[in-house]
């Protein structure tokens, strides 16, 4: 193993040194590695200042950690174009032809570069971290508890390879460095939307809360990873000169993957459909399981977070809704259908998008929300001594027979699609595997998914309400 690695490894060393040569690379880093801390100093001592006065110190308390993990943040986007140069740059400059001329396998060439593309970020958010705390401790600043520092540093460090990863990634798949330092906001956006995320539960003091996050971090970073290797071809690499939107080829090859062979719309069903809710047969098994246990956890959260309004929890108050409801939407009324199907349609394209940028990870995030509610629910009903089967069998069985396979089977299919795109494919492009995984989400949901959450919208509009009238007599 150890011989199989060292050819990536003296590429990764040759390519850091020639990056820790270049002045112009170093000086802008350096400059702003160590000016931004100074200035992340500057502003904790003066927050911590303003909030003293009114007696509101845990706030200011509180945004030292943010700000340590904002200095951390900064030199990895800044330079991240290491990275995102790291294949297509060689290419413009003329000099990656006889590094592809070399013995070394697609992984080992891939790996070598996705290692030196990592340890300047690294090193610049070492810097700057330290130039902060030290800062910290020469104002007289209270540093974070040791645990909670870990927790920062492993969050920078997997959030500068999962970054570092994209960028990698996305320097493989363009043709130019233009192209590439344009795709990057799509790597630089949604990490700045987690580490959004992560000073909420900063604020909010809920800091093991931080290790789930820095797990999911590692997963995806692992996803990545694997992405890059599954899809890098020197070969590919080499023939690409620009990129082309060809929307006439992209539509033809969904439209392909979604009809199959089939000419006729029983024939779609056999030898289309067919064999693609075979494929997601262990899919299904996993989002089940997944969604067993989100249940399970909504129930566990009764007492973390208990509910004192009983009257709203009161058979007379539930009854009263119910009947309000069923006047609302009588028998043939398609208002509460179209609402409640939209709503569902809705969740399910979030999935999509979410499972798209995450590789399956966060498309499960919406169903297990839901499921996680209705758990939830179903424990704060059995803590004021209503049964949970009664409720389950009575508030969500009449529609859940058709919604919850619907849910699951399109979940699994962004699942897939996660998996799959991590699965080396040397025969077809990353984006031709990404439009077949798609043409498979579109024939779950057209063939399967709609039909059952348009029924089961009608049924929970329609029947389940009385259900649960007579069911509570």
């Known amino acids: 193993m150890l011989d199989e690695l060292r050819p990536a490894l003296i590429v990764a ?31 904790a001592e003066q927050a911590l200042n303003f909030v003293r006065q009114y007696g509101a110190s845990i706030i200011g308390e509180r945004m030292v950690p943010f700000l340590l993990m904002i200095v951390g943040f900064f030199p990895i986007s800044v330079s991240m174009v290491i990275a995102l140069e790291s294949f297509v740059g060689e290419k413009e400059r003329g000099s990656i032809e006889p590094l592809l001329d070399t013995p070394l396998k697609d992984w080992q060439l891939y790996l070598g570069k996705l290692l030196s593309s990592t340890v300047p970020p690294l090193i610049a958010s070492a810097m700057g971290m330290s130039v902060y705390i030290a800062g910290l401790v020469r104002s007289g600043i ?5 645990p909670l520092l870990l927790q920062i540093i492993s969050l920078t460090v997997v959030q500068a390879v999962l970054m570092v ?26 990490v700045a939307l987690l580490i959004q995320a992560e000073s909420v539960i900063m604020f909010w003091g809920d800091y093991n809360t931080l290790w789930l996050v820095v797990v999911a971090v590692v997963l995806l970073t692992f996803l990545l990873v694997r992405v890059g290797l599954a899809h890098f071809q020197r070969e590919q690499l080499l023939g690409r000169e620009i990129d082309v939107l060809n ?12 009809r199959g062979e089939a000419r006729s719309i029983d024939a779609w069903y056999r030898k289309t459909l067919w064999p693609t809710l075979q494929r997601l047969a262990l ?54 259908v179209l609402t409640i199907f939209w709503q569902n349609l809705r969740a399910l394209g979030i999935a999509l998008l979410l499972g798209m940028i995450t590789f399956g990870i966060l498309g499960m995030l919406p169903s297990m929300l839901t499921l996680g509610i209705m758990g939830y629910l179903m424990g704060v009903l059995a803590q004021r001594g209503f049964s ?30 996660g998996a799959i795109l991590a699965t080396p494919t040397p025969d077809r492009t990353f984006m031709e595997v990404w439009l077949a995984c798609l043409a498979d989400w579109f024939k779950v949901m057209i063939g399967l998914v709609i039909p059952l959450l348009f029924a089961a919208a009608m049924v929970e509009a329609w029947f389940t309400p009385q259900v649960a009238i007579w069911m509570m007599r």
């Not at 990698?168 to 799509?186: C, D, G, I, K, Y």
């Not at 929307?247 to 979604?258: D, E, M, S, T």
């Open 283 to 336: 899919p299904v098994l996993m989002v089940a399981v997944l969604l067993v246990i989100s249940v399970g956890l909504g129930w566990t959260q009764v007492e973390r977070f208990n509910l004192h309004a009983n009257d709203i929890t009161s058979p007379e108050s539930i009854k009263e809704n119910l009947l309000t409801l069923t006047e609302a939407a009588p028998l043939g009324d398609f208002g509460l």
């Open 142 to 146: 209270p540093l974070p508890e040791a």
């Open 388 to 417: 949970a089967g009664l409720y389950f069998a009575g508030f969500i069985l009449p529609h859940g027979l058709l919604e919850i396979p619907a849910v699951v089977l399109a979940t699994a299919a962004v699942l897939r699609m």
């Open 13 to 43: 060393q040759r390519e850091t040194r020639d990056q820790l040569r270049d002045w112009r690379i170093i000086f802008p880093v350096l400059g702003l590695t160590v000016f931004f801390p100074f200035l992340m100093n500057f502003t």
């Open 247 to 258: 929307i006439r080829w992209a539509v033809k090859l969904l439209w392909n993957g979604f």
């Open 165 to 190: 990863s994209g960028a990698v990634v996305v320097s493989t798949q363009t043709t130019s460095v233009r192209a590439a330092n344009l795709l990057a906001s799509f790597i630089i956006i949604p």
